[in-house]
């Protein structure tokens, strides 16, 4: 089978052929339909994030359908679609896992990262973590859903009843989220890279009321921010805008360091907190909310060869929404 594989941090994918995983007991294998990239994807070969599995195939938005099923499986069967997440399995047994908070497992396993994933035509993944897609007739669409949506629904979560947000950093799960809170009732603030005249377009056009750089003030104070850019300083930046008791939410796996800031930003019950993966549960109620509120993510879609295009395209913001590769 053809795969984009990564050799060594700070490297381009290299195009390969590769076989064809066979699935083990509890196992599925999957026909990959299509994958999102990810800017997880980006901290990897970027050498951000420690000790993947290399060589390694990227890929943790997964969509396809079912090629194969290992020993044991009963609750799927051939042809229908699921989805792979970035949570490819859990141990179970440690504390994390008995609270059930298995996002935070002691010896966890992630698809494209330290299991590969879907930057290839067949993925074979546990099947105790995969979602059922079967509701969902455009694989494209769908695979956003699978980290951008539902890191954005583990945000949300974190914010608790917070009526007025603030997003940093409007790409994939910031676009996902907002039609959430829009279905929700709430209102959004977005804030992009300064002078991203299209990205704040992008964005009131998904039902954000205000839209602006990351360098403005918003027109109103925020009950809670959520932080989807990679940049620490904007910590700073979302606590002189959220109100007394508000929360901010770093939704990134990776982030340049926080710089020094006054105890009077986070003196009056004012929080940060950072989210972590996910759970199965997560996923199964976040694609319930998808469909209720009739989420439409948008994508650019790739071939499996144009991945480094990709990767660049995703790098320097030249789309709006998510890159899908279509092996």
């Not at 009131?204 to 104070?221: K, Y």
């Amino acid at each position: 089978m053809r795969a984009a594989v990564l050799h060594q941090a700070r490297s381009p994918l290299a195009f390969e052929e590769t076989p064809v995983p066979s699935p083990g007991p509890g196992q599925l294998r999957i026909k990959v339909e299509a994958c999102a990239l990810c800017r997880t994807d980006l901290h990897i070969i970027d050498g951000e994030l420690a000790s993947p599995k290399l060589p390694l195939i990227l890929g943790h938005e997964i969509v396809g359908k079912v090629n194969a099923l290992g020993e044991g499986v009963r609750d799927f069967s051939i042809g229908e679609r699921v989805g792979v997440p970035w949570l490819g399995q859990t141990c179970g047994h440690c504390s994390y896992c008995l609270s059930r908070r298995e996002n935070l497992c002691e010896d966890p396993i992630f698809t494209g990262y330290t299991r590969d994933g879907g930057f290839t035509e067949f993925v074979a993944a546990d099947a105790r973590y995969v979602l059922n897609l079967s509701a969902y007739e455009n694989p494209i669409a769908a695979a956003p859903l699978m980290c951008a949506g539902l890191i954005g629904w583990r945000s949300l979560l974190a914010v608790g009843d917070s009526r007025v947000i603030g997003i940093y950093g409007f790409g994939a799960a910031a676009h996902i989220i907002t039609q959430v809170c829009r279905w929700q009732g709430r209102e959004v603030l977005a804030f992009t890279r300064p002078g991203d005249v299209q990205a704040q377009e992008f964005a009131r056009q998904l039902g954000a009321t205000w839209a602006g750089g990351s360098d403005e003030n918003p027109p109103i104070p925020m009950d809670a921010a959520v932080i989807f850019a990679p940049v620490g300083s904007l910590v700073i930046d979302a606590l002189r805008n959220v109100k007394k008791g508000g929360r901010v939410i770093c939704g990134g796996i990776h982030m340049s360091d926080i710089p020094a800031f006054p105890y009077s930003l986070l003196w009056e019950e004012r929080e940060i907190a950072s989210v972590a993966n996910l759970t199965r549960k997560d996923g199964i109620d976040f694609l319930k909310v998808a469909r209720q509120a009739g989420v439409r993510a948008s994508t650019v879609s790739y071939s499996l060869e144009g991945a480094n295009d990709a990767i660049a395209d995703l790098r320097s913001g030249r789309f709006q929404g998510a890159a899908v590769l279509v092996p």
